[in-house]
């Protein structure tokens, strides 16, 4: 898409979410602005992402963000992939589960997924399931998680080679279990007390 079609989050005329002309692309301004950058280089999987979803009868956020980490990966032929991008209804592709058109799970376990989280999954704002344990995932756990994933129930990233900060996790107050064993996480922060709902950790 061209630079020149982005309308500014600071223009009072830019459409709300509401509005039937919203384009999928205006919507991940409004909603994912970290996006942008990765969007002015072809070769990022945020572009090649919005270059398939954008192909779709139908483009949709659940689309994109879901197309993202796939291009996120760097081996793309992990087990029991062949029903990624091969149809526009994410919810025929393996590991995600929806309620109507809504993505409510993604379980990638154990199919040795090599990825880092992409801030896109926030985008999900129905999930209440990520489980991604046993794969060779890396970097870190979005910040963006905690402020959008709200009805996250389970996290369950155990067995990967994550690290780095975990404050925004303690916003996550639906969460009922949460494993991060076996990672490079070094310190458990003190706002994991404000998950009053965890059983499992």
Do not use: M
């Not at 659940?62 to 032929?77: G, I, K, M, P, V």
């Not at 993505?103 to 999954?121: F, H, R």
């Amino acid at each position: 898409p061209s630079s020149g079609t982005v309308t500014s989050t600071k223009d009072p005329t830019l459409p709300t979410l509401a509005s039937t002309d919203v384009t999928l692309y205006e919507k991940i301004e409004l909603l994912s602005p970290e996006s942008f950058p990765a969007l002015e280089n072809a070769t990022t999987p945020q572009a090649r992402a919005l270059e398939w979803a954008l192909a779709q009868p139908t483009p949709s956020l659940e689309q994109y963000s879901l197309a993202t980490l796939h291009f996120s990966s760097t081996n793309q032929n992990w087990i029991n992939n062949n029903e990624w991008l091969a149809s526009s209804n994410v919810c025929q592709w393996n590991g995600i589960t929806c309620n109507g058109d809504n993505v409510t799970q993604i379980d990638l376990s154990n199919i040795n997924l090599a990825s880092t989280l992409p801030d896109e999954l926030s985008l999900l704002a129905d999930l209440q399931v990520l489980s991604i344990s046993g794969g060779r995932l890396t970097g870190t756990i979005p910040t963006s998680y905690g402020g959008r994933l709200t009805n996250l129930e389970q996290i369950i990233l155990e067995r990967n080679n994550l690290g780095g900060p975990l404050e925004e996790i303690g916003a996550l107050t639906k969460l009922s279990t949460l494993d991060i064993s076996d990672n490079d996480f070094s310190a458990i922060p003190t706002e994991f007390g404000l998950l009053t709902n965890l059983g499992t950790y």
